[in-house]
């Protein structure tokens, strides 16, 4: 049963908001105590909503606006994976330090809850591939900007950026702009 969430907002408007704020649940203290955690495994499990959000998400950005999608570990693989499949184009992992097999482009930044490392590939994009970069949470920017940073210093240029919830008390979209942020829902 979905539970009517008044007040909802996101970029795409007040329904797909709603979809996605019935399927999230909260954690709390994890990974460590004092974080809550936005699990939206239960999305992911609803094959008509998460059919929703990923023809959302296209549809905000036009099928032909990106050529590859690139998915930071390890929700947004999930995500990156459907757009990719719904859209015929590739997709590419953006991963923890070590996971990757080949020479990389490695970015450090600081999380709200301590620090971490991104990797690409170095040959993961061809000059000017325009990349559809995609998350499932924006907190505080650190993950989201160190991926864009990543994609541009492999060769793609990046044509979106989406998440599907936004904790916008993070401050993550003010420490992205002027980089457009697109949030099915924000909190």
């Known amino acids: ?25 909260d954690v709390p203290d994890f990974p460590k105590p004092g974080i809550v955690f936005k699990d939206l495994m239960p999305l992911f499990a609803d094959g008509a909503v998460f ?11 036009g099928r032909d606006s990106f050529d590859v999608v690139a998915g930071i ?9 459907a ?15 070590g996971k990757l097999p080949r020479a990389t482009h490695s970015a450090s930044y600081a999380l709200e809850y301590g620090e971490a490392t991104l990797e690409v590939h170095q040959d ?27 994609v541009e210093r492999a060769g793609g240029t990046v044509s979106g950026f989406t998440v599907l919830l936004e904790l916008a008390f993070l401050g ?14 924000t909190v």
């Open 1 to 25: 049963m979905t539970q009517t969430h008044t007040g909802v907002r996101g970029d795409s408007g007040p329904a797909v908001a709603e979809l996605v704020a019935g399927r999230v649940l």
């Open 51 to 61: 059919r929703e959000v990923v023809d959302g998400i296209v549809a905000h950005h």
């Open 172 to 185: 993550g979209r003010e420490r992205l702009a002027p980089r457009p942020v697109h949030a099915l829902l």
């Open 73 to 81: 570990e390890a929700r947004g693989f999930v995500v990156a994976a």
């Open 124 to 150: 993961a994009f061809t000059a000017g591939h325009r990349v559809l970069v995609v998350d499932d949470v924006l907190a505080t920017g650190g993950t989201a900007g160190a991926t864009l940073d990543l």
């Open 83 to 97: 757009i990719a499949y719904a859209t015929g184009v590739g997709v590419v992992p953006v991963r923890k330090a």
